[in-house]
């Protein structure tokens, strides 16, 4: 092999993000709102505070321009010279900046799409830009009509979990949002000086209380807390959004035609939720709590059924004598009037002659009574009620008035059919060693003496479900899913418990068990497992009653603290193929569940390019995928940035089917599976020398904030399974990865690349994978993104920490190495030169975290400093601040876990 073969050394400043110039409308939103923020520092803390704040970020800034002229250094002593008090004002401060930044870049994103939209035709957008663009591409693999059937199969299901929620508080998200109104309302041409000043003074007051807002929250959320994030969200974006999609995609499908024919556009998004329902580790969720939760979620959307369709009757003024009802509308109207008289009357009363408008009327008051759970009035089912939309709509169309039939009418229909009387189906989740547990205890009591969970709580869950069924609907929860799946007897557990719970099989609630399949081993066992699970006879019961079809959910986060990041990303890869072909040799209609979190190290990254990537037939149609933390506002927090997800997301789930997609991931497998395979052996190796060492464990917990982050107030589940830092195992993935965040190495979502890429040493063969494999070419781009919130300068600081230089030499030399090969086979000469947005967004921030993070090392020194008691007052001082810089750095990474 000759040395052009391989990469030389990685260049001095790769670290850093590519130079993106930023947008000039950018630049002069974040300079504003900075301005803002400074002449608040002043107002607050006099010009001490604010030539702090001011020579810590020139120091920052200084230091990475020139990262040999000592600029750390003085960056270092000057965080190491202020008070306590200090110190808090000034992380508040850069936090405080991190929050306007984003919501700049925010602000920027969505110009950018409203000055896109239209521009590009469809004939040149790619397939993944939008929904119509991939029904396009795909209709010209398969035909018109295969492309039809295909898309009215399409599912895409995201499912909210708040393991953890955001690191922000509701009260600094709401003060953001406020902001950002406030900054929208400012970019309208027809504002004159006067308005543009008033607009400022709000905006200073806004941005006042936004520094005066505690970052920490005092407690805990509980899991309603958490509800009441994920309803909010609802509210704000997700409730109109999702029929939004649906409208853009069949206005082109009916070109001339829109407005004035049946949809074509299916309702293909299905809502889930975890939130008050996965109870694995967390002994805050409660039987009580899913009631609880289910209820809430149902009367929100009950709510905001009632109000459309009150605001649609109301907008229906159409005249009998030109738009003449149906006799089905007729017999409706018929019926209204039986189940109330008064009502009706009511209503013929407001609308004279037009019948159409008097029968939603109606509707809408049944909503409501629904809510109030009415029985003399109340639709039994969502169903119900879009038969009786329905029957108007087809009235208004046999009429001759198909625009009322199919504008703000459909718009309601689409939304029934995606959220039902549920909202969001709620799905219930355990550990397998709870259920075989508490069978045990029913078995003899004695023989389990410290259950886990109280066995009657386990059971409670179960007639917690058939309640919420049977008030809500089958759909509002049904699925149940077992965390460390290992066997078939663990699906066996979950229908006898349901059974004791309810007293026999006829009474207890339907459920669809899934499977959760974590560990490698346990991924590797999956096919087996899940032929024994077919033999058992609820199952089979259970897949006649739904045409076969099946879910089966897939772990990202353990499997990658298990044999880290390139092991779990090619084992996934290779468990998803084994269990389609095993459901195609079963006949089953598969659903691949996929365990994603925010972090790289949890399956984080763009979900469109990891669609495409999967193996064949893995997806078929749909995808289902978990939603968490400050993922769920990044993605759905702003109308026109969620409506860009969902159609990214959809169109990825549509062209996964094409043949020309499939028979790539199929022939690159092939072609590269020697290369997998010794990234595989090779990367787990290196990740086992590593994390199996003597004293890891109490060494990561040393030179990371991991204990620390268990004292942050931002979710209702405990950080820990267990206690102890002597081992991993009871860690949960998501401090785990955060930790490593924090402490700016990121190792969850790189470590081992460089040595199995190093032990390949074929830069020629590596390219060609990027450019052919597209698992291969996606994990290198994410490790790339990865490296580049890494920063080798502050990492050896937090390294130092512990007194185990061989571990700490370990994690910077792979650090080094990984960095050289990624910028080889990407062939840049920074990390993300080739992403112009990502880098410019990694750029804008990096130096600004840096200052984070120093004041968040002097914390955690003073801590750790075994040679110095601390008093508790000292104490509770450090770890304030080290749990403000934690806010602050989650804020500029844009990460928790």
């Known amino acids: 092999m000759t040395e052009a073969a391989r990469p030389t050394s990685a260049p001095a400043e790769s670290r850093g993000a590519a130079s993106h110039e930023i ?102 957008q790619r397939p993944s830009d939008s929904v119509a663009a991939a029904f ?50 400012r970019n309208d041409p027809r504002w004159g000086p006067g308005a543009l000043e008033e607009n400022r003074r709000e905006l200073l007051a806004e941005v006042d209380n936004l520094w005066r807002t505690a970052q920490l929250r005092p407690s805990n959320p509980s899991p309603l807390d958490e509800v009441r994030t994920s309803l909010g969200v609802f509210d704000a974006t997700l409730f109109q959004v999702f029929p939004e999609v649906y409208r853009r995609l069949d206005d082109w499908m009916q070109g001339e035609d829109r407005g004035r024919k049946a949809p074509k556009a299916p309702a293909f998004v299905r809502l889930g939720t975890w939130i008050g329902g996965d109870r694995d580790g967390n002994p805050n969720v409660t039987a009580a709590i899913t009631r609880q939760a289910a209820a809430q979620s149902s009367d929100r959307v009950l709510v905001a059924l009632e109000r459309v369709a009150r605001e649609v009757a109301l907008s229906l003024t159409l005249d009998d004598r030109f738009t003449p009802p149906s006799e089905q509308v007729a017999a409706l109207w018929g019926r209204q009037r039986q189940v109330s008289p008064e009502l009706t009357a ?58 009322a039939a199919y504008g703000q009418l459909q718009q309601l229909i689409w939304q029934v059919d995606t959220f039902g009387f549920h909202l969001s189906e709620m799905e219930v989740r355990q550990h397998s060693k709870v259920h075989s547990q508490t069978l045990a205890w029913i078995a003899d009591p004695e023989s389990v003496p410290s259950p886990a969970v109280p066995p009657e709580e386990v059971l409670e869950t179960f007639r917690a479900i058939a309640a919420v069924q049977k008030r809500h609907g089958l759909d509002a929860c049904r699925r149940y899913i077992i965390s460390f799946t290992q066997s078939a ?56 009653q739904t045409g076969r079809r099946l879910e089966v959910m897939l772990g990202y986060s353990d499997s990658a603290k298990d044999v880290g990041p390139v092991s779990a990303t090619l084992a996934l890869y290779e468990a998803q193929a084994r269990i389609a072909a095993w459901a195609r040799e079963n006949d089953i209609v598969l659903t691949q569940f996929h365990g994603r979190g925010g972090a790289l190290g949890r399956g984080g990254g763009p979900a469109n390019r990891a ?50 997609i499939e028979r790539r991931n199929a022939q690159a497998a092939e072609r590269y599976a020697d290369l997998a ?106 490790v ?38 990624v910028l ?22 990096n130096p600004y975290v840096d200052a984070l993070s120093l004041l968040q090392l002097r914390a955690l020194r003073v801590l750790r400093d075994a040679s110095h008691e601390l008093g508790e007052q000292e104490v509770a001082d450090q770890q304030r601040l080290l749990l403000l810089t934690l806010k602050g750095v989650a804020a500029g990474l844009q990460n928790t876990g």
């Open 784 to 821: 790339e993104m990865s490296l580049a919130k890494s920063d080798p300068r502050i990492a050896r600081r937090y390294l130092e920490l512990g007194d185990r230089p061989d571990l700490g030499e370990k994690v910077l030399a792979e650090l080094e190495l990984t960095t050289r090969w």
């Open 489 to 544: 007897q663990n699906i066996a557990d979950v229908y006898a418990l349901a059974e004791h719970a309810l007293g026999s099989a006829e009474a207890a609630p339907v459920l669809d068990v899934i499977p959760l399949f974590e560990t490698f081993d346990d991924l590797r066992a999956a096919p087996g497992i899940l032929d024994e699970m077919l033999a058992l006879a609820p199952v089979q019961r259970r897949l006649e």
């Open 136 to 185: 396009s591409h795909l209709a010209a693999e398969v035909g018109q009509e295969e492309a039809e059937r295909r898309l009215a199969a399409l599912r895409f299901h995201p499912v909210l979990t708040a393991h953890p929620t955001e690191a922000r508080r509701n009260a600094v998200a709401s003060s953001i949002r406020r902001i950002t109104e406030l900054m929208t309302d």
């Open 346 to 403: 009511q209503a013929a009363a407001h609308s004279p002659g037009e019948t159409h408008r008097k029968v939603l009327l109606v509707v809408a008051e049944r909503i409501g009574a629904t809510r109030r759970r009415d029985a003399d009035l109340a639709y039994a089912t969502a169903g119900e009620l879009r038969a009786d939309l329905t029957a108007v709509q087809d009235s208004l169309v046999a009429a001759g008035a198909p625009r």
């Open 23 to 124: 947008p000039e409308e950018m630049r002069r939103d974040v300079r504003f709102l900075v301005g803002l923020l400074g002449e608040i520092l002043r107002e607050y803390g006099g010009d001490g505070l604010y030539s702090d704040v001011e020579r810590l970020r020139e120091l920052a800034i200084a230091a990475l321009e020139d990262p040999a002229a000592g600029h750390l250094a003085d960056a270092e002593a000057l965080v190491d010279s202020f008070s306590t008090e200090r110190a808090e004002e000034v992380a508040r401060a850069f936090t405080c900046y991190f929050h306007l930044t984003n919501l700049a870049e925010e602000l920027h994103r969505v110009r950018t799409l409203h000055a896109r939209e239209g521009q590009v035709p469809l004939a040149e």
């Open 611 to 660: 669609i495409l990537a999967q193996p064949p037939h893995s997806v078929d149609l749909r995808f289902k995928v978990t939603e968490q933390g400050e993922v769920i506002t990044a993605r759905y927090g702003n109308p026109d940035i969620a409506v860009r997800h969902i159609e990214q997301v959809a169109a990825a789930t549509l062209m996964a089917s094409a043949p020309s």
């Open 824 to 845: 080889a086979i990407t062939d840049h000469t920074r990390l993300l030169e080739g992403h112009r947005v990502l880098g410019r967004a990694v750029q804008l921030r």
């Open 677 to 782: 395979a010794q990234l595989d052996a090779v990367s787990r190796e290196r990740f086992f020398d590593l994390i199996h060492a003597d004293g890891f464990a109490p060494w990561f917990a040393e030179v990371t904030p991991q204990e620390e982050i268990g004292l942050l107030a931002i979710g209702s589940r405990p950080s820990r399974r267990g206690l102890s830092v002597e081992s991993l195992e009871d860690l949960r993935a998501i401090p785990w990865n955060f930790a490593w965040t924090q402490a700016r190495i990121n190792l969850t979502g790189w470590f081992g690349l460089g040595s199995s890429l190093e032990a390949v040493g074929d830069l020629d063969l590596l390219r060609r994978a990027y450019a052919e494999w597209p698992l291969f070419a996606t994990m290198i781009d994410n």
